[in-house]
């Protein structure tokens, strides 16, 4: 993978997250849980949360992918911790922009709403990298809008 363009920093937190993902693994009594695969690269990801007055009480993810998926999925639970469905989505909206390479709505946009997860930026540079770096914010947005459904879901449409 093409890493190496990517500036050094980014790089390096982007390698951090992956090696050491945060929230991962698997939560017991979870509220949703669902499975996502991004069939081009071959990233599967297992997505697990409980919900407290409305909102993410905690997250886990477990699955195997690229550098980009897993770093991605890390970053994505970190920010996503205690907000509600309705930020979540703002966030995830903006996870998408960001890596397709839209412009920012206005200055800092991206960092103000997607916290850490903003260094992700430079995937708009490798498309075939995209769908990795959407697969965990797509997961989790599916299992805020699906109806309280226990059973896992795999859609396959990353
Ligand atoms: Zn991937």
Same mark, same amino acid.
């Given at each position: 993978?093409?890493?190496?363009?990517?500036?050094?920093?980014?790089?390096?937190?982007?390698?951090?997250?992956?090696?050491?993902?945060?929230?991962?693994?698997?939560?017991?009594?979870?509220?949703?849980?669902?499975?996502?695969?991004?069939?081009? #690269?071959?990233?599967?990801?297992?997505?697990?949360?409980? &919900?407290? /007055?409305?909102? %993410? +009480?905690?997250?886990?993810?477990?699955? !195997?992918? #690229?550098?980009?998926?897993?770093?991605?999925?890390?970053? &994505?639970? /970190?920010?996503? %911790? +205690?907000?509600?469905?309705?930020?979540? !989505?703002?966030?995830?909206?903006?996870?998408?922009?960001?890596?397709?390479?839209?412009?920012?709505?206005?200055?800092?946009?991206?960092?103000?709403?997607?916290?850490?997860?903003?260094?992700?930026?430079?995937?708009?540079?490798?498309?075939?990298?995209?769908?990795?770096?959407?697969?965990?914010?797509?997961?989790?947005?599916?299992?805020?809008?699906?109806?309280?459904?226990?059973?896992?879901?795999?859609?396959?449409?990353?």
């Amino acid at each position: 993978m093409a890493l190496s363009r990517l500036d050094n920093l980014y790089r390096q937190m982007i390698l951090e997250h992956a090696d050491h993902p945060h929230h991962h693994g698997t939560l017991e009594g979870s509220d949703r849980q669902l499975e996502l695969r991004n069939p081009t #690269c071959g990233d599967v990801l297992i997505l697990q949360l409980r &919900m407290k /007055d409305g909102r %993410i +009480s905690d997250i886990a993810f477990s699955g !195997e992918g #690229c550098t980009i998926s897993q770093a991605s999925a890390s970053m &994505m639970t /970190d920010e996503v %911790i +205690s907000r509600t469905p309705e930020e979540v !989505e703002k966030m995830v909206m903006a996870f998408s922009d960001m890596v397709t390479g839209k412009e920012e709505p206005e200055e800092d946009y991206y960092d103000d709403v997607l916290g850490d997860a903003s260094v992700l930026e430079g995937v708009a540079q490798f498309p075939a990298r995209i769908k990795c770096a959407t697969l965990a914010w797509k997961a989790v947005y599916q299992a805020l809008h699906e109806e309280d459904e226990e059973e896992s879901n795999d859609r396959g449409n990353a």
